[in-house]
């Protein structure tokens, strides 16, 4: 199925929930009513329970659990909160994609995350900003397992969704890759440019008129995302480091080939 025929399907691009609609409006104000996005978040109770259920997972290591909007807020901050529930939206458009274990596609997702955090720091490129692109970095996945349940299996039989081939499988399969159909969500949704360019451009951020730092960023999360899935093994971490990208970066390899250096929020 071609790219435009995928995105016309009534389940492939679901509408934004309302809440998360409100949140994505806040994207590029210098002030934000933290009390009315409060206010808002609470009228979901059903986003209410998965917001909470992310904020007090291992994931984001808090020194201590949160147990309302109002508390998460305070603790995380507007914008961890914020893609938290961009997060929890897409669960909720996406509840039970076939061939997706959605406990380890959001444990993957939180990795990259806290990855992106990390290193786009010597780009001097928002940290904010890195964490939600990286997040929702893997979402068209969701999209395709749901629209495309057939074709999906297939794939995954040959490269599981979290396989560093993946990509590539995808794209000789059906010429495109999670990657667009990520980016095409996010637009529909309306998210910043930002994050959908870093989205769509993610997989290949170098083979471009000019790179793009933060999908560069991206792409350094997902890599390494992917490898925390697959367990952790040295040989496969120091011989698929990608190298151009870790230049374009100014990484130190070290940080993120050591097996035990990814950990979680922050740790990676």
């Known amino acids: ?70 508390d998460a807020v305070t603790v995380l901050g507007l914008h961890r909160v914020r893609a938290l529930v961009l997060a929890a939206a897409v669960q909720s458009r996406f509840p039970a994609p076939p061939g997706i ?21 010597p780009r001097r490129l928002d940290d904010n900003v890195a964490f939600t692109a990286a997040l929702l970095h893997a979402v068209g996945e969701l999209v395709m397992h749901q629209a495309l349940p057939e074709v999906m299996r297939d794939l995954d039989r040959e490269r599981p969704w979290f396989a560093l081939e993946r990509a590539g499988a995808e794209y000789q399969a059906l010429g495109y890759s999670y990657a667009e159909v990520g980016a095409a969500l996010a637009q529909h949704w309306r998210l910043p440019r930002v ?18 730092p933060l999908a560069a960023v991206v792409h350094m999360a997902a890599w390494r995302a992917r490898l925390w899935t697959l367990g952790n093994q040295r040989d496969a971490l120091i011989h698929t480091y990608p190298d151009a990208v870790g230049e374009l970066l100014q990484l130190d390899p070290d940080t993120l080939v050591d097996p035990g250096g990814v950990d979680i929020e922050g740790g990676a």
Do not use: K
């Open 101 to 121: 274990d959605l406990e380890r596609f959001w444990a993957y997702s939180f990795v990259a995350a806290s990855v992106a955090r990390r290193v786009c720091a």
């Open 195 to 212: 994050l959908v360019q870093a989205i769509e451009h993610h997989v290949d951020p170098l083979h471009r008129e000019s790179a793009d």
């Open 1 to 70: 199925m071609r790219l435009q025929a995928l995105l016309q399907r009534p389940d492939a691009l679901p509408v934004v929930p309302e809440v998360a609609a409100r949140l994505i409006a806040t994207f590029g104000r210098d002030e934000v009513d933290l009390n009315a996005v409060t206010a808002d978040i609470e009228r979901d109770p059903a986003l209410v329970a998965r917001l909470l259920q992310q904020a007090n997972s291992a994931f984001l290591r808090l020194l201590r659990p949160v147990h309302s909007v109002r």
